[in-house]
């Protein structure tokens, strides 16, 4: 089973500020996800990426297979940033199986105007 | 374009009663799938299937039950509430693609508590 960390588990940014969110997995993964939980509770897909690098608006993320973590960076952090981010993997394989997310346990972030 | 709908919103049940989390999709996904999220823990597949007909058990798969009749929905039974499923449920799906696979797409989450 893969492990998932996340670090940090909470953290406050002024805004403006960059921020870096980091994911760290433990075996081999076909894909890596990035997701935003939003105070209401919802929860809706940032990325999904194999390899190098995506960007979207403020938010990019990063992946180095080789050492199996990935980052997720906010520059120009806004208090509408405030939510919880998550990383989940799908690890390598084939079958019903290998659609099965493993998820970290998040990071909260707060961003203070 | 609904979506991941998901039902109800918030729940209160005592413990042994029965009862069923409707979720929905109209993006004809071939995997769909449930979740738990409780404080302090990454979220926790409960079932999933990959296909009208398919399901398979995840990893906290105990007192529930699922089935899957169409493409469309994927119900979440609950066969005798306990405490402990006390939690927030989501309703997940997405394509089959294989290797990397595509985005989940979440329902807005269920709120269930057994007392």
């Known amino acids: 089973k893969n492990e998932v960390e996340q670090s940090p588990q909470n953290l406050t940014a002024q805004e403006g500020e960059f921020i870096t969110i980091n994911c760290s997995y433990s075996?081999?993964?076909?894909?890596l996800h990035w997701l935003q939980q939003h105070p209401g509770g919802g929860i809706v897909s940032l990325f999904m990426?194999?390899?190098g690098k995506k960007k979207h608006g403020r938010l990019i993320a990063t992946i180095n297979i080789q050492e199996k973590h990935s980052s997720l960076h906010i520059t120009a952090s806004h208090p509408r940033d405030s939510a919880v981010y998550i990383c989940?993997?799908?690890?390598?394989?084939?079958?019903?199986?290998?659609?099965?997310?493993?998820f970290g346990k998040g990071t909260k972030l707060s961003v203070i105007p | 374009n609904a979506g991941v709908t998901q039902t109800p919103k918030f729940q209160v049940l005592k413990t042994g009663q029965s009862m069923t989390l409707q979720c929905a999709q109209d993006?004809?996904?071939?995997?769909m799938s449930w979740y738990r999220q409780d404080p302090g823990m990454g979220l926790r597949l409960i079932h999933y299937?990959?296909?009208?007909?398919?399901?398979d058990q995840g990893e906290v798969p105990n007192g529930y039950n699922v089935s899957r009749s169409t493409t469309e929905d994927f119900p979440l039974r609950l066969l005798s509430a306990a405490p402990s499923q006390t939690s927030v449920y989501f309703c997940?799906?997405?394509?089959?693609?294989?290797?990397?696979?595509?985005?989940?797409?979440f329902g807005n989450g269920t709120r269930l508590t057994v007392t």
């Open positions: 997940a799906s997405s394509y089959t693609q294989q290797g990397t696979g595509t985005p989940l797409h």
């Open positions: 075996v081999g993964i076909s894909a």
């Open positions: 990426l194999s390899s």
């Open positions: 989940a993997v799908r690890s390598d394989g084939s079958g019903a199986g290998s659609y099965q997310l493993t």
């Open positions: 993006m004809n996904h071939e995997y």
């Open positions: 299937s990959v296909g009208a007909g398919i399901t």
